[in-house]
């Protein structure tokens, strides 16, 4: 077990091969510290049934909130069969929270009440605390990231929102999400916080469009499948156009080569998850027939990570920075050997968080970024 410093935010993480109850040396760790609410991201290899079983009984906090991952980022940078957590203490947050299930069948209306409520709920909880940010966790597997976060967009209104989608490393399988003891599937927490530290709320890429188009003459948007590209079968006609052979098409290969598509002067990625058998290419997000999507130019990984998390400490050192960072990007530095490199990175300025199937920033759904919140020590202190 790894406590990281001791700061306003308490943060631990918990090695499953070194413990034999990972789950009580996480309580343990936590302690009997008063939290608004506990973030808790779990390797795969957890048994999340016992896990919120236990932290419910055993944390003192309202609100446990968490989900299962696709790698998680702790001490050590990248890591794996880790359970992460982050503890919200009272004395500086404010939290209400609330999980929202059967996506594939919303009642949009009550939702964007309850979003409504939530705010309402947290900001009387604590007046003088005026600085307020929305968490959202969603299943990575419901296919319903885009759509429930366009919905709750208006609800929350100038309250910047980040958040991730659930994982289950690279099986995409089952990727649950869990609140107060409830774990569930096609399921969405909200967290709204508020607090008297600063933050700021970040989405971040490193790439560029190029020349090379596609044209997506065929999909069903539903179920984010892509069926042709330029009039041709989607998976051999991405591949001639990024130079590989169809056979080889992987997720490493999808991580390398990224599509995007621009809206005004910005692009946001279109990550695909896998090829299925028919040659069809399935997607992260939301993808639809008509869509002009171009290639994207990577540039270098790290130092953009360098850039990135420099910026947010130019001013003054944050106290965490709580990451969201595409499986993608993961997979990325892994085949361009730079995960040491980018582990370090994460380790200096003290970034926790977990590798997830999609990002959301506001009011999008987005793919292979590095999304999160910086938050900073109030000014009176």
Do not use: W
């Not at 967009?153 to 995409?172: C, N, P, V, W």
């Amino acid at each position: 077990m790894d406590e990281l410093r001791a700061r306003i935010i308490a943060t631990v993480s918990v090695d499953l091969t070194d413990e034999t109850d990972p789950t009580a040396r996480l309580v343990d760790a936590l302690g009997d510290t008063a939290y608004a609410c506990v973030i808790v991201l779990a390797s795969p290899e957890v048994d999340l049934e016992a896990l919120t079983a236990t932290l419910q009984d055993r944390i003192d906090a309202p609100h446990i909130l968490g989900a299962r991952t696709a790698g998680e980022i702790c001490d050590e940078g990248y890591s794996d069969q880790k359970i992460v957590a982050l503890g919200f203490p009272q004395t500086h947050f404010a939290a209400s929270a609330r999980m929202f299930q059967a996506l594939d069948n919303p009642d949009e209306v009550a939702i964007g009440r309850e979003v409504l409520a939530l705010r309402h709920d947290a900001q009387a909880q604590r007046h003088e605390f005026v600085n307020e940010f929305a968490f959202v966790l969603v299943d990575g597997l419901s296919r319903r990231e885009d759509a429930f976060v366009l919905n709750i967009s208006t609800a929350l209104g100038t309250t910047q929102l980040f958040g991730g989608s659930s994982g289950d490393g690279l099986r995409f399988e089952s990727a649950p999400v869990f609140y107060n003891g409830v774990v569930s599937s096609n399921a969405a927490i909200v967290l709204v916080v508020r607090s008297d530290c600063r933050f700021k709320v970040f989405r971040e890429d490193h790439f560029e469009s190029s020349e090379k188009r596609l044209v997506v003459t065929g999909a069903i948007p539903e179920k984010r499948l892509v069926t042709e590209i330029n009039a041709e079968p989607a998976a051999p006609e991405y591949a001639r156009i990024v130079g590989i052979d169809p056979n080889q098409l992987s997720p490493f290969i999808f991580a390398s080569h990224p599509i995007v598509v621009s809206v005004g002067d910005q692009h946001h990625v279109r990550a695909i998850q896998r090829v299925e058998d028919n040659g069809h290419l399935r997607f992260f997000a939301s993808i639809d027939e008509g869509m002009v999507l171009t290639v994207a130019n990577a540039s270098s990984i790290t130092r953009h990570l360098q850039d990135v998390l420099e910026g947010l400490s130019a001013e003054c050192e944050p106290d965490l920075i709580f990451a969201c960072d595409c499986i993608l990007r993961r997979l990325e530095a892994e085949q361009k050997q730079e995960v040491s490199n980018m582990s370090a990175l994460l380790k200096k300025h003290r970034v926790i968080g977990f590798s997830t199937y999609g990002e959301q920033h506001n009011m999008l759904h987005v793919n292979q970024t590095l999304t999160g919140i910086a938050i900073y020590p109030p000014d009176h202190e």
